[in-house]
């Protein structure tokens, strides 16, 4: 009897325990794998860039008194990190894109540092899409709305440059917070000229413009012949509270289907 139980014993500390994959490393998991995806547009997660100055012969690089780095993340992963000193700008510019259609999907990885808390009114932008058309499109960017509009940094999709003027549409109920991974996801719908958003994958249908329902001039919204969408940071006011600004993305992917978080 003995014998028989210390070979069950035995038998049992053999077999490899198999543990449940944390939130973050089945995330870590997933990011691994959709670079490799069929059909998408552009993708980029960092992981076969070297560690330091970013800069790759699939995408380019648009700054002003900022700067992109490739960092270590957690659990091994590599990161972009962008920082902007002032009212600079530090993008990765992704050139001669085309979607179907004129209609795309992307999704983006990101934690920024801090949002502004001065000047009133300051707007920032970390998505721009442009092209053959007058309209900046911004699907994802945010505005500090002082007392007593709120008080705090919140997300919007916003606009510049065409007969639209320059708008951003934020809501109080998608408040922009610091410090934590979000997974942002964004479609362009050239049949209507719509952009729509999610959080984590949860909808935020009180940020979605049109062609007739957007925060700009009365008139219609059009899309432009996207050709260049840009991911970072550009804060657009002088002597901004604070000074400067960090943030970390990832998990980059354009596509013309929903590729999810």
Not at 221 to 245: C, E, H, M, S
């Amino acid at each position: 009897m003995r014998t028989w139980l210390a070979r069950a014993v035995v038998s049992f500390l053999m077999v490899p325990l198999t543990v449940a994959p944390s939130a973050s490393s089945a995330s870590a998991q997933t990011d691994a794998r959709t670079c490799v995806k069929a059909n998408l547009l552009f993708c980029e997660d960092f992981q076969a860039m070297p560690v330091g100055g970013a800069s790759s012969l699939r995408w380019g690089i648009d700054t002003k008194h900022g700067t992109l780095t490739v960092e270590r993340g957690g659990r091994g992963q590599k990161v972009l990190r962008v920082h902007t000193d002032g009212n600079g700008r530090a993008f990765l510019k992704v050139d001669d894109f085309a979607a179907p259609g004129n209609s795309f999907y992307g999704r983006v990885r990101l934690r920024v540092g801090a949002f502004p808390t001065a000047p009133d009114w300051a707007h920032y932008t970390l998505v721009e899409a442009t092209g053959d058309g007058p309209e900046i499109v911004r699907p994802l960017g945010g505005q500090y709305a002082p007392p007593p509009h709120g008080g705090a940094a919140y997300w919007g999709v916003g606009a510049d440059g065409g007969p639209t003027g320059d708008w951003t549409n934020w809501q109080t109920t998608a408040p922009s917070v610091a410090g934590t991974w979000t997974c942002v996801e964004w479609h362009m719908d050239a049949g209507d000229n719509r952009i729509s958003l999610w959080f984590d994958g949860v909808a935020k249908p009180e940020l979605t413009v049109s062609t007739r329902e957007h925060g700009g001039n009365p008139v219609d919204f059009v899309f432009p012949r996207f050709d260049t969408i840009k991911l970072g940071w550009q804060l657009y006011q002088k002597n901004p509270t604070p000074a400067g600004y960090d943030m970390w993305i990832d998990d980059i992917a354009l596509s013309s289907r929903r590729v999810g978080c």
